[in-house]
């Protein structure tokens, strides 16, 4: 334009489709499917040692059920659409069977706590076998659908809805940790904590620890060798905005602390140490969920 340099600015911003409220959604349907399977493992699978937690588990599993919805729904622009999902049936969309795994799976809890109270057991154990699959396929679906997010790198790999189901093992075990203790310390006739019951949960939650270490760290590898993009959402959780939340927060805070508490000689009894690590590991999945759905949405779009 006769030699005059001419410059464009573009202000352009990301709209971040999944807000903080499918966050919480995320984290709470976790807890839930954790809790469930834990009750089951009494009353589902005959382990008599884990009796104690199968009411509660029932209990806080229907108690999540009701509040993560809430949240889901809250997010559309429209609320009172949300039953459209229902008619309106888009087989290739994983939306579609989340909405009537949500609608199944609080059907069979209430079925299999009304049998675990009345005392059936024939019941509870066929209605607990049968929750199993739906808890696992109720959090898992939350993995596939950010997975089949292509453009975006931090979502889509095959790793996301394993990572996901572990990690809401990992926050369902924790859970069930603060519960029986809390129990135990201030509900029960006795007002004393069940120490047996405490160590064998805290034996499983440092397994589930060690996996969704191994998980995070297969996934960050993962990114490390991919594309442009995918270098970029590994730079963001480990040097950019959300290494805080990643590395610190989700993986040191969340999970290396809590494991070596959980496994020292002069703190893997400790009542006290057991209660600040479960706290600790359910802060650390709350900002893998926050890392994951906030972090993913970051990146442009590829």
């Known amino acids: 334009m006769n030699g005059e340099e001419l410059i464009v600015t573009y202000n352009i911003t990301h709209e971040m489709p999944l807000s903080i409220l499918i966050t919480i959604y995320f984290y709470m349907t976790g807890l839930s499917a954790g809790s469930f ?3 089951t493992l009494a009353y589902g699978m005959g382990i008599k040692k884990f009796k104690p937690v199968g009411k509660v588990g029932i209990l806080l599993a229907i108690f999540l059920l009701l509040l993560a919805p809430a949240t889901l729904i809250a997010d559309l622009t429209q609320p009172l659409r949300f039953w459209f999902l229902f008619p309106h049936l888009n087989l290739t969309s994983p939306i579609t069977y989340g909405s009537f795994l949500l609608t199944i799976y ?3 809890c209430l079925i299999y706590a009304f049998f675990m109270f009345k005392g059936d057991m024939k019941w509870t154990r ?4 049968i929750g199993i699959p739906l808890a696992i396929s109720v959090h898992g679906y939350t993995g596939f659908i950010l997975a089949l997010g ?3 790198a931090l979502w889509n790999t095959a790793l996301m809805p394993s990572y996901f189901l572990v990690s809401a093992m990992v926050s369902g075990i924790a859970l069930m940790i603060l519960t029986v203790m809390i129990k135990g310390r201030f509900f ?3 007002k004393k904590v069940n120490r047996d019951l405490v160590y064998s949960l805290t034996t499983f939650l440092s397994l589930a620890i ?3 270490l191994f998980l995070a760290l297969s996934d960050v590898l993962v ?3 991919a594309d442009a993009e995918a270098r970029e959402a590994a730079f963001l959780l480990l040097a950019g905005d959300f290494r805080q939340y990643f590395l610190y927060v989700e993986v040191l805070f969340g999970a290396l602390i809590p494991f070596i508490m959980l496994n020292l000689p002069f703190t893997r009894r400790s009542l006290p140490a057991i209660g600040a690590a479960s706290v600790l590991v359910m802060f650390g999945i709350m900002a893998m969920r926050y890392v994951m759905v906030i972090g993913g949405q970051v990146v442009p779009l590829s």
Do not use: M, Q
């Open 210 to 212: 060690i996996f969704d």
């Open 150 to 152: 292509k453009a975006r």
């Open 37 to 39: 399977i834990l009750s």
């Open 126 to 129: 066929f209605f607990g076998l």
């Open 223 to 225: 990114l490390l060798t």
């Open 188 to 190: 029960s006739p006795e």
């Open 106 to 108: 609080p059907i069979n």
